[in-house]
């Protein structure tokens, strides 16, 4: 009784995280609608960073709603100008702050405006020594008056590249937002004859529809009950039961082993990757691919290198 009140306590711990989180987002994502209009310019995102005093790049593409490759050419286009300093280009998922003159740039910006503002004032009233929240605001808002930068810079549209071909018995950790490129090479795998298995956090009947993945076989993640011709499984230990004895019938098969983040919070991070261990380890006796998809950014960075270690790692 009491790990399942334990379980339950954990559950809605993450369940106000996640709901907090949402809403976080979505009034972000309302700021910088008025602050930088619906066009999204280098200028935005260095509003974005300037105003929280940094963040990662898959969450000022959730905010700023453009794709991850997008927030890349910017970052780099900043960069370049001495605006944002980034922890590692080589980091899946780096983290950006304002350099020092951005924020001196800022600071001076605030000062003039505090000066024009105080003129003919009483001359007890004395100017706060810091900026408030509004007066942030109101300096990134005129950003454009304090720093040098283009008025806008479109990414050029990228060049789709080939996807590599999988060695057989190798496990790969795909580093990405949504599951769209692990699911063109689950395909790719498909059909070049390969038997696949395909696990997912979505209704198997709407994969079906949109990605045409006929043919295949589905385990559905999900704890609710479902019509008899849709397989589920919700637990990591039933998981690995039905993708071992999936391998063990079909020795040259690939398999899309999506919902890595459902598995995590609803069971525990060490016993996740004990699964991803096993699952490794028993692909790489046979002549069967594993692609395990995962968002960078819903895991921690004590998290991440750890599956890093245990797969080849797609970016």
Same mark, same amino acid.
């Given at each position: 009784?009491?790990? =399942?009140?334990?379980? /339950? ?55 700023? #709603? ?37 924020? *001196? /740039?800022? *600071?001076?910006?605030? /000062? ?23 007066? @942030? ?60 298995? =395909? ?5 198997? *009947?709407?994969?079906? /529809? ?6 295949? *076989? =589905? @385990? ?38 999506? #919902? ?56």
């Amino acid at each position: 009784m009491g790990n =399942f009140e334990d379980g /339950k306590k954990v559950w809605r711990a993450l369940s106000e995280r996640e709901a907090a989180r949402r809403k976080n987002l979505r009034d972000l994502r309302a700021f910088m609608e008025t602050l930088s209009g619906k066009k999204k310019t280098p200028k935005s995102l260095l509003k974005l960073v300037v105003y929280i005093g940094g963040l990662r790049a898959s969450e000022a593409a959730d905010i700023l #709603g453009v794709k991850r490759q997008a927030i890349d050419l910017f970052m780099r286009y900043l960069m370049k100008r001495g605006l944002v300093d980034v922890e590692s280009l080589k980091h899946p998922n780096p983290t950006m702050k304002p350099t020092h003159s951005v924020l *001196k /740039k800022m *600071k001076k910006a605030y /000062k003039k405006e505090r000066a024009r503002e105080s003129e003919g004032a009483a001359p007890e009233i004395s100017t706060p020594a810091e900026p408030s929240d509004e007066d @942030i605001d109101r300096a990134i808002t005129d950003l454009d008056l304090t720093l040098d930068l283009e008025p806008t810079m479109e990414p050029e549209p990228a060049i789709p590249q080939p996807e590599p071909d999988l060695i057989p018995g190798a496990t790969y950790l795909v580093l990405e937002e949504r599951d769209e490129r692990s699911i063109t090479i689950f395909k790719k795998e498909v059909e070049a004859g390969h038997e696949g298995l =395909f696990v997912s956090r979505v209704n198997p *009947k709407i994969i079906r /529809k949109k990605h045409d993945c006929e043919g295949c *076989k =589905f @385990i559905w993640l999900t704890s609710v009950q479902t019509p008899a011709e849709i397989e589920t499984v919700s637990g990591v230990q039933d998981l690995s039961i039905l993708v071992g004895n999936f391998l063990d019938t079909k020795p040259d098969c690939v398999i899309l082993l999506d #919902g890595l983040e459902y598995l995590i919070s609803n069971n525990n991070f060490p016993l996740v990757l004990k699964l991803v261990q096993q699952l490794r380890d028993k692909v790489s006796t046979t002549e069967s691919k594993l692609i395990i998809p995962v968002n960078p950014g819903a895991l921690t960075d004590r998290q991440l290198p750890l599956l890093d270690v245990e797969c080849e790692v797609m970016r």
